[in-house]
């Protein structure tokens, strides 16, 4: 039976170890795939230390999210709060609701919208200002903090994220499926600048199979086309992640990266290291820091899971205990891979394929369905997720373009434009490249550092400002970053672009 509040049915909630979970799920996901390949390019001594360092950046610019959200939930309850008092301003003037409005006064708490009335001694407590119970989009966010400019240039770094992803989606299964279908190769040269910039000469001349003419790249996308035509029409439709779908999604994932790091130790420990990867190797930064930063990416989605926490004065410590916990998963994924394997692809579940294993008895059937259960582990996630995610990129190219109060108006041409728009250009981008190293580089680096480093720090310097000036600055905001001083958001912009450039100047000299 639902839970009541005030006679009306609440929002639902969860604990925080649910929350936990949600969290750690919503951080691990196709980044972590593409991790034991680039530290294998970067070395393994370069990139802990790249890891660890931007696992602490994105804490901390996590940490400026939840406080930009309790901000504008104070600025919602204090327009709330002036708008009470308004009224009760204007039922003073007259005497026939004089009694009503004394009454109303006395009475304790009364709803108005989600902000409780509280008594007058009460009402100026920090506490009924600075919440997380009302979800703020950082869309809303950026609307309310940020000026047309701010808000557009948000959208448009969304907006470019949000390709990328699909892009890595879209590659990411074809792959897969192409390297399923296709014979074993190992010529590939993921060190090779032409294989970075999508040249692909070697799969273009390579045959799928010895005895057909059809060449690898050609078999990649004839399936892209066909994953596109099967999963693209979903973008015309209100298609949601129900609860079921997020839990069966989130038990293969758990199920594939466990069978992943077990497989990994049985080899290191029977047949000892075979893969030498350097210690540093500079050469390999751009991939590093791009599908570092791609794996710790939560910070669009975060609000939808703050809301429903029902301890949330707990969210920094739960937050700060998913980031250790998935770093040094990320470090065991990734460390335990590049020792076993010789050499390893870009999509990590590729390195699993049971090429030139023989059925012999129970025990080897049962690990080439596992080795297929791997290879064919992204396709399964991937495809679920794929429709949301171009739904979310048709929606904020809506709000960039479109008056969204005035949708009805516009054509039935113009609106069925948009989801088009949404599948075309990563459709047309993974078609000439295969390169998922590649695209998570340049999507983790560019829109991937925008939307984790740089939208945050502008985030909560406007939100602080905006708070300062209505609230004053005596009203203390309990869900406030411990990285308080002004100084540490100079640090993360800078940081932020220093990266960016030093990416681009090692990634195009």
């Not at 950026?142 to 699909?166: K, P």
């Not at 999963?231 to 594939?256: C, D, H, I």
């Amino acid at each position: 039976m639902p839970r009541l509040v005030n006679g009306r049915e609440a929002a639902p909630t969860y604990s925080n170890l649910v929350g936990f979970i949600f969290i750690f799920n919503l951080i691990v996901g196709t980044g972590a795939l593409t991790l034991p390949g680039v530290f294998a390019r970067a070395g393994w001594m370069l990139s802990l230390i790249v890891i660890v360092l931007l696992a602490i950046i994105s804490y901390m610019t996590v940490t400026f999210i939840i406080e930009a959200m309790a901000c504008a939930n104070a600025i919602r309850n204090w327009q709330t709060l002036q708008a009470l008092r308004q009224s009760r301003s204007s039922a003073e003037n007259s005497e026939n609701d004089d009694n009503a409005d004394d009454v109303s006064l006395a009475s304790g708490v009364e709803q108005v919208g989600d902000f409780e009335r509280v008594p007058l001694t009460i009402q100026n407590r920090e506490f009924h200002y600075y919440q997380l119970s009302h979800k703020f989009e950082l869309g809303e966010m950026a609307t309310l903090f940020f000026n047309e400019f701010g808000r557009i240039m948000f959208y448009l770094c969304l907006i470019v994220y949000l390709y990328g992803d699909l892009s890595i989606y879209s590659a990411a299964v074809a792959r897969s499926l192409r390297d399923v279908v296709c014979e074993q190769t190992n010529e590939t040269d993921t060190n090779n600048l032409m294989y970075w910039l999508g040249a692909f000469e070697n799969n273009t001349s390579r045959a799928c199979w010895k005895e057909h003419t059809i060449s690898r790249l050609n078999m990649y996308r004839v399936l892209l086309i066909g994953f596109t035509l099967i999963f693209g029409p979903f973008v015309y439709f209100n298609v949601q992640k129900t609860k079921y779908l997020q839990m069966l999604t989130a038990t293969f994932r758990w199920m594939a990266f466990t069978l992943m790091i077990c497989i990994s130790v049985k080899l290191l420990i029977s047949r000892g290291a075979k893969g030498h990867p350097e210690t540093f190797n500079v050469y390999g930064i751009p991939s590093l820091f791009g599908a570092c930063v791609y794996s710790f990416m939560c910070h669009h989605s975060l609000p939808s899971l703050l809301a429903p926490l029902r301890h949330k004065s707990m969210v920094s410590k739960i937050l700060s205990f998913d980031y250790i916990i998935i770093c040094a998963f990320y470090i065991l994924l990734a460390m335990t891979g590049i020792f076993a394997f010789e050499r390893i692809e870009d999509l990590y579940t590729l390195d699993f394929l049971p090429y030139d294993v023989a059925y012999v008895d129970f025990w080897s059937g049962l690990l080439i369905c596992i080795d297929y259960f791997l290879a064919l582990f992204p396709i399964f996630t991937l495809s679920t997720s794929f429709p949301i995610v171009a739904i979310t990129l048709k929606n904020n190219l809506q709000s960039l373009f479109l008056d969204m109060s005035q949708y009805e108006s516009y054509s039935v041409i113009l609106r069925l434009c948009f989801p088009l728009l949404a599948i075309i250009p990563p459709f047309c981008i993974t078609y000439f490249t295969e390169s998922l190293s590649s695209l998570v580089a340049f999507t983790g680096t560019y829109a991937g550092t925008g939307i984790q480093y740089i939208i945050p720090v502008f985030l909560v310097y406007f939100a602080r400002r905006t708070c300062s000036e209505l609230l004053g600055s005596g009203v203390v905001n309990r869900f406030q970053s411990p990285f308080k001083s002004s100084a540490w958001l100079v640090f993360v912009f800078i940081w932020s672009i220093l990266c960016v450039c030093l990416v681009s100047i090692n990634l195009f000299s």
